[in-house]
C-alpha cells in the first residue's frame, strides 16, 4: 500500500488531529518533569505514566521499565514479525524554569495562534508527540512496519543509567533501525538531517592553599592566589578571543571534514548573524559563515563555566582567598577519546600547579553516523516531500548521550529528524513549538515510515 503524504487522506487527518495533539501535548508540559531536580520525584513517574497512557490510548502498547533511576517507556505499534522495525527514540525529561523569567507560566502550556509555550514544548516533549501521531496514521493504514517508541526521563542529565537500561531490555528494543526526533533546523527555511554530535567531557579543577581566607595588607605578596593562579592556568590552556585550545595534542584525533562535508555546512545557509540573531549574541569569536558553522559542528572546544573561590559580594573585601574551583568542559569530536583527553588535561594541570586537584565530571562520547545510507536517503526524501525544501546534512554542536549508548548496545546508527528551530528556545525561557512544524512533521514521519517499510 502507498500513502500519498500530500493526499487529502492524510491532509484530513492532519487537520483533524489537531485538538487532541495540542491537548495531550498540554497534559505532557503542564507536567513537571524536571530531572535534575529531586523534588520532581513524583512528576517523573507521573509523567512516565501520562506518556504510557498517551500510547496506549492511541492504539499501542505501552510498558514503564524502572531503571536505577528515573524510568523509561517502551511503546510498541506491532505490525508482523515478518516487516521491518524502526525504533523513535526522545526524551520527556526537561530542563528547569524559572516562572519570574517566563511571559507564560513554564508548566502550564499557553496556545498563542499556532505557537505552543512551555517547557519541554519543543524539547522534546512536542516532536515525541508530533512522532507519535505519525505512527497512528501508519497504524491505522495497515503499513507493514513495527514501530517502536523510547522515551527517556533522564536525557537533561546525561542519560546515566540509559546504557544499562538498554542492555537489560535488549530484546523489547530489537530493531533494524533507529530515528530520533530531538534536533534543530538551521532555520524554518532551512531543514537539517543531523549525522553527528559532539562529546561532552566536564572537569573540575579545585586548588586549596590555605585553611582560612587571609588579609591581604598582611599576606599579600607571599601567600598564594588560588583564585589568581586557576585564571591563569585557564589562560594557558586556551585562547580566550579564538577558542583555540593550547593543551598539547588536544587536536591529534580530530577528524578532518571531508569536501563535501564542507560543500553541505555552506549549502546549509548557516550565517554567523543569523546565529547572533537566534542566540541574542552581541558578537562572536568568527565572521566568516563556513568557519562559524565549522566550529560549532566539527571543532572540539574548551568552555569555561565558572570560577568559584574568594569574596563575591558588593564592594571590595581586602582578602586572599584559600580555595578555589574552576569549572570546565571540553566538547569532542569523532576521533577523539574522552579517556585520552583527560589524561592530556590532568597532566596539564598537573605540570602547571601540581598541588591542584582534577576531577572528572560525566564523559559522553562524540558520534557520527553514516549519511550515505538508505535511511539518510529515506530521512531526506521524507522531509522534502512534507515541507517542500530539500534538506541538508549537518552536524550537531551538543551531545546525545542516549544516541551512542544505542550503537554501543543496539549495534544500529542513528537518523537525526528533528523539528525544533532556532527561535523555539531549546533550554531557554519562553520555549515554543508551533502548529506548522507539528503538521509537517507528521506528514514527513508517515513518509518517512512508508519508506523504511520498504528497505531490506
Not at 288 to 310: C, F, Q, S
Request: net charge negative; glycine share 10%.
Amino acid at each position: 500500500m502507498t500513502l500519498q503524504v500530500q493526499g487529502k487522506q492524510l491532509e484530513d487527518y492532519v487537520k483533524d488531529s489537531r485538538a487532541e495533539f495540542e491537548s495531550n501535548l498540554k497534559k505532557l508540559v503542564d507536567i513537571p518533569s524536571v530531572s535534575m531536580d529531586p523534588a520532581h520525584k513524583a512528576d517523573m513517574v507521573r509523567c512516565a505514566e501520562e506518556a504510557a497512557k498517551m500510547i496506549r490510548d492511541a492504539g499501542g502498547e505501552a510498558e514503564i521499565v524502572q531503571t536505577k533511576g528515573y524510568p523509561c517507556v517502551i511503546g510498541d505499534f506491532k505490525s508482523s514479525p515478518d516487516h521491518p522495525t524502526v525504533l523513535v527514540y526522545n526524551h520527556i525529561d526537561v530542563q528547569p524554569a524559572d516562572p519570574s523569567e517566563w511571559k507564560t507560566e513554564p508548566f502550564n502550556m499557553k496556545i498563542d495562534g499556532e505557537t505552543y509555550f512551555g517547557r519541554g514544548t519543543t524539547d522534546d516533549k512536542g516532536p515525541a508527540l508530533t512522532v507519535l501521531y505519525a505512527a497512528v496514521y501508519a497504524r491505522q493504514n495497515n503499513l507493514p512496519l513495527n514501530i517502536k517508541f523510547l522515551w527517556e526521563l533522564e536525557e537533561e542529565i546525561g542519560s546515566p543509567n540509559f546504557e544499562a537500561f538498554l542492555k537489560e531490555n535488549v530484546a523489547k528494543l530489537k530493531t533494524d533501525s533507529i530515528v530520533v526526533s530531538d534536533t534543530i533546523w538551521i532555520s524554518r527555511e532551512r531543514p537539517a538531517i543531523g549525522y553527528g554530535l559532539r562529546g561532552l567531557q566536564g572537569m573540575l579543577v579545585r586548588l586549596k592553599t590555605g585553611t582560612k581566607d587571609v588579609h591581604s595588607g598582611l599576606t599579600g605578596g607571599l601567600a598564594r592566589n588560588p583564585v589568581g593562579e586557576l585564571a591563569g592556568l585557564i589562560g594557558k590552556m586556551y585562547d580566550p578571543k579564538t577558542g583555540q585550545v593550547t593543551i598539547p595534542g588536544y587536536y591529534d584525533k580530530v577528524r578532518k571534514l571531508t569536501a563535501d562535508e564542507e560543500k553541505d555546512f555552506v549549502k546549509s545557509g548557516f550565517t554567523v548573524d543569523g546565529f547572533k540573531k537566534a542566540h541574542e549574541l552581541h558578537s562572536t569569536r568568527y565572521t566568516d559563515n563556513l568557519e562559524g558553522a565549522k566550529r560549532i559542528w566539527a571543532m572540539p572546544t574548551l568552555e569555561v563555566h565558572g570560577i568559584t573561590g574568594g569574596y563575591t559580594g558588593p564592594g571590595v573585601k581586602t582578602i586572599v582567598p584559600h580555595q578555589a574551583e574552576a569549572k570546565i568542559s571540553m566538547r569532542l569530536v569523532p576521533d577523539m577519546d574522552p579517556e585520552e583527553v583527560v589524561k592530556i588535561f590532568t597532566d596539564f594541570v598537573k605540570k602547571e600547579i601540581p598541588d591542584a586537584e582534577v576531577l572528572r565530571e560525566g564523559t559522553l562520547h562524540p558520534y557520527v553516523g553514516d549519511r550515505a545510507s538508505a535511511h539518510a536517503a529515506a530521512a531526506k526524501q521524507a522531509m522534502t516531500d512534507a515541507f517542500g525544501v530539500e534538506p541538508v546534512f549537518v552536524r550537531e554542536g551538543g551531545s546525545i548521550g542516549a544516541v551512542v549508548s544505542m550503537k554501543n548496545v543496539l549495534g544500529k546508527d542513528a537518523i537525526f529528524m528533528g523539528l525544533s528551530l532556532p527561535e523555539h528556545g531549546y533550554h531557554a525561557i519562553n520555549e515554543n513549538y508551533d502548529w506548522k512544524q507539528t503538521s509537517g512533521g507528521i506528514k514527513m514521519f508517515v513518509k518517512y515510515f512508508e519508506a523504511v517499510s520498504k528497505l531490506k
